[in-house]
């Protein structure tokens, strides 16, 4: 069965210092999604992107957050300066179509020291 | 509360028996859906239901929704300790032109015991 992949599985980074998680999506799929879960709380939608281009973006995803699909399989989210509570699961989906349901990835976990 | 509010918040139960999980939501959807993750790990599709559908299955899984409710159930019947997981609901918020960005609930921690 298609997988949605996510790498790294777990990446331990500075405060004040970037980083880049990675997806690539199933292939035939047209839209992406980003989604945080922080330890014991929901899962948050972060941003949609469709068409080379965020549809939508919630409250979180501020202009420290950027998302990327750089050559047409990668899809990718950048935080420019690390937070300590942007310590969290970082999941990764996609769709075909949003109607027939997403495929997640099965995360990065990101830890901000 | 808020959209996609799952109860029980944890429910343990013996390997053999039905486990019932409810999912209360306060806006009109387009679909609700059922993932289930395991400690730590990634989220897992189970099953999508529309909002002109009352009830479906898949495998051991049954899902009911109840529109005029803003209610889902997700019943899985002769539970295995493989079960074992968290269980959430999740709304497509619904409007149009949506892309589809889902809503989660905070979960039900299901523990079946062998």
């Known amino acids: 069965e298609p997988e949605v992949t996510q790498t790294p599985s777990h990446q331990v980074t500075q405060m004040g210092q970037e980083v880049i998680l990675r997806c690539v999506p199933i292939?035939?799929?047209?839209?992406f999604y980003w989604y945080r879960q922080i330890l014991g709380q929901k899962v948050e939608f972060l941003v949609s992107?469709?068409?080379?281009?965020?549809?939508?973006k919630s409250e979180i995803f501020d202009d420290q957050f950027s998302v990327e699909r750089p050559d047409g399989s990668n899809f990718t989210l950048k935080i420019r300066s690390t937070k300590l509570e942007d310590s969290a699961m970082y999941f990764c989906?996609?769709?075909?179509?949003?109607?027939?349901?997403?495929?997640f990835g099965s995360g990065t976990r990101l830890t901000v020291v | 509360s808020q959209q996609g509010e799952e109860d029980p918040q944890a429910l343990s139960i013996q390997e053999g028996e039905n486990a019932t999980m409810n999912c209360s939501y306060k806006t009109s959807i387009n679909n609700l859906q059922w993932y289930r993750q395991n400690s730590g790990r990634g989220l897992v599709h189970l099953i999508l239901i529309r909002s002109n559908e009352r009830e479906k299955h898949s495998g051991r899984l049954r899902v009911t929704l109840d529109t005029s409710k803003k209610s889902s159930s997700l019943l899985i019947t002769a539970s295995r300790a493989a079960d074992t997981a968290s269980y959430f609901c999740a709304t497509d918020k619904g409007y149009g032109g949506s892309q589809g960005n889902l809503i989660f609930g905070k979960g039900t921690k299901l523990s079946v015991k062998p």
């Open positions: 992107f469709y068409n080379n281009e965020i549809s939508e």
């Open positions: 292939s035939n799929h047209l839209y």
């Open positions: 989906a996609s769709s075909q179509e949003p109607i027939w349901g997403y495929t």
